[in-house]
């Protein structure tokens, strides 16, 4: 008897609390910010790595072979247009000049006397003294001393470029290289190593390059009948550099390549930056920052969605304010903002924070987006 009224007390007691946790109210559903989606005319930015070269970059090679006599000019300098720069040992190239001016006026003497024996003769076969044979002949002797001064004058002339030649000249304004060869070196035309090499930087190229898909899309954004026509129609890009800063400048595309690498699957463009300071030289790296005009895009802030399994979700709320985790299509940015394709429409609404913790179906009560978060989906 004891026994079984100890029993009915437990009873009683579990009874009893599985009464109170059954009396137990339900947690509040959270109280999370909700926005509104609506469209508007954006600008995406879209990222491309982008490789530097100036207009002008030339490799500075000797044209004749001998002893680098001096250099005139250090590495990094700027030297002008037509600016010695270095000097090989010049007396073979003037010895040769000199021998080609004496082969000139031996030439030009054998002319002389070919030509007196034609005026010698010339009278003699009139008056039937001499046969008309040997006027001939030495008239053909004039023709062959003429034909010598030209030849002559031709190797004067080639000694003179070459004589020309001890003396490297800039062909362009720009920066000087890195120097190889010190003085005492013996150059060739035929070493693999230049002299230095010439960039001429006041105005830089910066190529990069496309994928298809993103050739046609961007093709696809501007009108025009021709590439050329399109790309007068293109806005001004920006460079940003190795810093993550832009470029004080903004560039202009002027250059499509006329076709695919067919190991890479890309086409490459040109943009031209002006760069009066020389801040840019050849071989800095950076990215092109495209800009595409998008009209009545769908923007949702990124800090509304969520990732997961390569996906990009957002929560969006119906007229029972339950949440579904809806997936997006995400085709660009704009500043802080998705550009969304699919997945939301204008005039659904989404939760904007606290969506770590959300589960599908879970109930929330819906605050109005604050002015300061509202202009989050507006700023670029």
Same mark, same amino acid.
């Given at each position: 008897?004891?026994?079984?009224?100890?029993?009915?007390?437990?009873?009683?007691?579990?009874?009893?609390?599985?009464?109170?946790?059954?009396?137990?109210?339900?947690?509040?559903? &959270?109280?999370?910010?909700?926005?509104?989606?609506?469209?508007?005319? $954006?600008?995406?930015?879209?990222?491309?790595?982008?490789?530097?070269?100036?207009?002008?970059?030339?490799?500075?090679? &000797?044209?004749?072979?001998?002893?680098?006599?001096?250099?005139?000019?250090? /590495?990094?300098?700027?030297?002008? =247009? #037509?600016?010695?720069?270095?000097?090989?040992?010049?007396?073979?190239?003037?010895?040769?000049?000199?021998?080609?001016?004496?082969?000139?006026?031996?030439?030009?003497?054998?002319?002389? !006397?070919?030509?007196?024996?034609?005026?010698?003769?010339?009278?003699?076969?009139?008056?039937?003294?001499?046969?008309?044979?040997?006027?001939?002949?030495?008239?053909?002797?004039?023709?062959?001393?003429?034909?010598?001064?030209?030849?002559?004058?031709?190797?004067?002339?080639?000694?003179?470029?070459?004589?020309?030649?001890?003396?490297?000249t800039a062909p362009v304004s720009g920066y000087i290289g890195r120097l190889p060869k010190k003085q005492g070196s013996l150059v060739s035309a035929a070493d693999i190593e230049p002299l230095t090499k010439l960039s001429d930087v006041h105005e830089v190229f910066?190529?990069?390059?496309?994928?298809?898909?993103?050739?046609?899309?961007?093709?696809?954004?501007?009108?025009?009948?021709?590439?050329?026509?399109?790309?007068?129609?293109?806005?001004?890009?920006?460079?940003?550099?190795?810093?993550?800063?832009?470029?004080?400048?903004?560039?202009?595309?002027?250059?499509?390549? #006329?076709?695919?690498?067919?190991? $890479? #699957?890309?086409?490459?463009?040109?943009?031209?930056?002006?760069?009066?300071?020389?801040?840019?030289?050849?071989?800095?790296?950076?990215?092109?920052?495209?800009?595409?005009?998008?009209?009545?895009?769908?923007?949702? &802030?990124?800090?509304?969605?969520? /990732?997961?399994?390569?996906?990009?979700?957002?929560? $969006?709320?119906?007229?029972? !304010?339950?949440?579904?985790?809806? &997936?997006?299509?995400?085709?660009?940015?704009?500043?802080?903002?998705?550009?969304?394709? /699919? #997945?939301? =429409?204008?005039?659904?609404?989404?939760?904007?924070?606290?969506?770590?913790?959300?589960? /599908?179906?879970?109930?929330?009560?819906?605050?109005?987006?604050?002015?300061?978060?509202?202009?989050?989906?507006?700023?670029?």
């Open positions: 008897m004891k026994n079984v009224i100890i029993t009915s007390f437990i009873l009683a007691l579990i009874l009893s609390s599985c009464a109170d946790k059954s009396q137990a109210p339900a947690p509040a559903a &959270p109280l999370l910010p909700v926005l509104a989606v609506s469209s508007a005319n $954006t600008i995406t930015d879209t990222e491309y790595p982008a490789s530097i070269q100036g207009t002008v970059d030339v490799e500075i090679r &000797p044209q004749v072979s001998g002893n680098l006599d001096r250099v005139l000019v250090d /590495e990094g300098a700027y030297v002008t =247009k #037509g600016q010695s720069l270095f000097k090989i040992n010049e007396r073979p190239f003037r010895e040769q000049l000199n021998n080609a001016l004496a082969s000139l006026h031996a030439a030009e003497a054998a002319l002389i !006397n070919s030509q007196l024996e034609v005026d010698k003769l010339t009278p003699l076969v009139q008056n039937k003294v001499v046969s008309d044979y040997q006027l001939k002949t030495a008239k053909a002797s004039q023709k062959i001393a003429a034909a010598n001064i030209e030849q002559a004058k031709a190797m004067v002339e080639s000694a003179r470029i070459n004589l020309s030649y001890t003396n490297v910066v190529y990069f390059s496309l994928g298809e898909t993103d050739f046609i899309n961007f093709k696809a954004h501007y009108t025009g009948n021709t590439i050329g026509d399109k790309i007068k129609k293109l806005p001004p890009v920006t460079l940003i550099l190795a810093d993550n800063n832009a470029y004080e400048k903004s560039g202009k595309i002027d250059m499509v390549d #006329g076709q695919f690498d067919k190991n $890479t #699957g890309a086409i490459t463009l040109r943009a031209t930056f002006p760069n009066a300071n020389g801040t840019l030289r050849s071989g800095n790296t950076g990215k092109i920052r495209l800009g595409l005009q998008h009209d009545d895009a769908i923007l949702i &802030p990124q800090s509304a969605t969520v /990732e997961m399994q390569d996906k990009i979700f957002v929560f $969006t709320v119906n007229n029972e !304010n339950k949440v579904n985790k809806m &997936p997006i299509i995400v085709i660009g940015k704009s500043g802080v903002n998705y550009l969304i394709s /699919e #997945g939301v =429409k204008s005039g659904d609404q989404i939760v904007l924070s606290g969506i770590d913790k959300l589960q /599908e179906g879970q109930l929330i009560q819906p605050e109005k987006a604050t002015s300061k978060v509202a202009q989050i989906i507006n700023k670029k």
